[in-house]
């Protein structure tokens, strides 16, 4: 076993037997005398473990408590590639701005990262060898978040001072925040909004302003909020669902063949080696912006209107050069 199974033996056979022989210890650890001892030391000095030598029992007990963190193993259930999986999570949390679990998941995470310092593997390679880049990731004003995933949990609504890129206007609206969303690098708030009385996505970097309510959030059922927000390909959502049906040449289906477009999708490959796609779409802004990515190599079998909206951005194009 590995050093971080040993720590967790060593933590359960002084719970179940409250004194135990370093000859115990030995045989259900596999391990040298000289082993233990550097692990003992490590329980003690990295993680505050009161492990003491009584010579009247002959054997290692906990003591009581001394200053100092208190000493707590993280769950037995974690095993070391498990805690290299947090770790990694950790580096994408910190990396999601503003990092809203962080407070809650550091203490955790420390001790986490004690004991991954072990079997050569010092604890600064997460951080220098796990490179995520954010690329398309929009500005927005840190200080909105904290309101909204306040409103969000606490179950209150939010005035929103919202800017409209498409009208070039800033509108005051009253939502309530049904869940926060991050999607392509970027955070968006799904709100029951009380002045179009309907469901909405706002983007973060959208919202101008936050000013927290005191009256209760309306509650839209999970059911609804799937039906309206998440029927459809992308942010840009819908209850009126259509279904394109997207053929890429056999170069491009190397990398399309294994992409998620949606939950629901349909894949197969045609005999002459094009692969086709079937995604449900409501509104087709982001779908149109997708296919044109993948230009000359895909072409819009179905519907004729999206066909027509994707050569219709394609002359519009031409027309600019």
């Given at each position: 076993?590995?050093?971080?199974?040993?720590?967790?033996?060593?933590d359960?056979?002084?719970?179940?037997?409250?004194?135990?022989?370093?000859?115990?210890?030995?045989?259900?650890?596999?391990?040298?005398?000289?082993?233990?001892?550097?692990?003992?030391?490590?329980?003690?000095?990295?993680?505050?473990?009161?492990?003491?030598?009584?010579?009247?029992?002959?054997?290692?007990?906990?003591?009581?408590?001394?200053?100092?963190?208190?000493?707590?193993?993280?769950?037995?259930?974690?095993?070391?590639?498990?805690?290299?999986?947090?770790?990694?999570?950790?580096?994408?949390?910190?990396?999601?701005?503003?990092?809203?679990?962080?407070?809650?998941?550091?203490?955790?995470?420390?001790?986490l990262?004690?004991?991954?310092?072990?079997?050569?593997?010092?604890?600064?390679?997460?951080?220098?060898?796990?490179r995520?880049?954010?690329?398309?990731?929009?500005?927005?004003?840190?200080?909105?978040?904290?309101?909204?995933?306040?409103?969000?949990?606490?179950?209150?609504?939010?005035?929103?001072?919202?800017?409209?890129?498409?009208?070039?206007?800033?509108?005051?609206?009253?939502?309530?925040?049904?869940?926060?969303?991050?999607?392509?690098?970027?955070?968006?708030?799904?709100?029951?909004?009380?002045?179009?009385?309907?469901?909405?996505?706002?983007?973060?970097?959208?919202?101008?302003?936050?000013?927290?309510?005191?009256?209760?959030?309306?509650?839209?059922?999970?059911?609804?909020?799937?039906?309206?927000?998440?029927?459809?390909?992308?942010?840009?959502a819908?209850?009126?669902?259509?279904?394109?049906?997207?053929?890429?040449s056999?170069?491009?289906?190397?990398?399309?063949?294994?992409?998620t477009?949606?939950?629901?999708?349909?894949?197969?490959?045609?005999?002459?080696?094009?692969?086709?796609?079937?995604v449900?779409?409501?509104?087709?802004?982001?779908?149109?912006?997708?296919?044109?990515?993948?230009?000359?190599?895909?072409?819009?079998?179905?519907?004729?209107?999206?066909?027509?909206?994707?050569?219709?951005?394609?002359?519009?194009?031409?027309?600019?050069?």
């Amino acid at each position: 076993m590995n050093r971080t199974e040993r720590l967790y033996r060593i933590d359960h056979l002084l719970q179940e037997r409250q004194v135990v022989p370093v000859q115990v210890f030995l045989e259900e650890l596999e391990v040298s005398l000289a082993t233990f001892k550097r692990d003992l030391e490590y329980l003690r000095d990295r993680l505050n473990a009161p492990i003491v030598w009584d010579r009247d029992e002959g054997g290692y007990r906990f003591d009581k408590q001394g200053a100092g963190d208190r000493y707590e193993l993280p769950g037995l259930w974690f095993n070391a590639s498990e805690i290299h999986a947090l770790l990694m999570m950790q580096q994408l949390l910190k990396n999601l701005e503003p990092g809203i679990l962080a407070p809650h998941i550091d203490p955790l995470l420390s001790r986490l990262r004690l004991l991954l310092d072990q079997d050569g593997v010092p604890i600064e390679a997460v951080d220098k060898r796990i490179r995520l880049q954010r690329v398309n990731a929009r500005t927005y004003e840190p200080q909105h978040f904290s309101p909204l995933s306040t409103a969000l949990l606490q179950r209150r609504r939010v005035v929103l001072d919202h800017y409209s890129k498409g009208r070039d206007e800033t509108v005051r609206r009253e939502v309530s925040p049904q869940r926060l969303t991050y999607y392509r690098e970027n955070w968006y708030l799904d709100a029951y909004c009380h002045l179009r009385d309907d469901l909405r996505s706002f983007g973060l970097d959208a919202i101008r302003g936050v000013r927290l309510g005191q009256e209760a959030a309306k509650e839209i059922s999970d059911k609804e909020i799937c039906a309206a927000l998440d029927g459809g390909y992308g942010i840009f959502a819908g209850k009126s669902v259509e279904w394109a049906e997207l053929a890429f040449s056999p170069e491009r289906a190397r990398w399309v063949a294994h992409e998620t477009w949606h939950a629901e999708q349909r894949g197969w490959f045609a005999d002459d080696g094009t692969y086709h796609l079937r995604v449900p779409y409501s509104a087709p802004t982001e779908l149109v912006m997708e296919i044109l990515k993948h230009l000359p190599d895909v072409r819009v079998v179905s519907p004729v209107s999206l066909r027509e909206m994707v050569g219709k951005k394609l002359r519009d194009a031409l027309t600019n050069f």
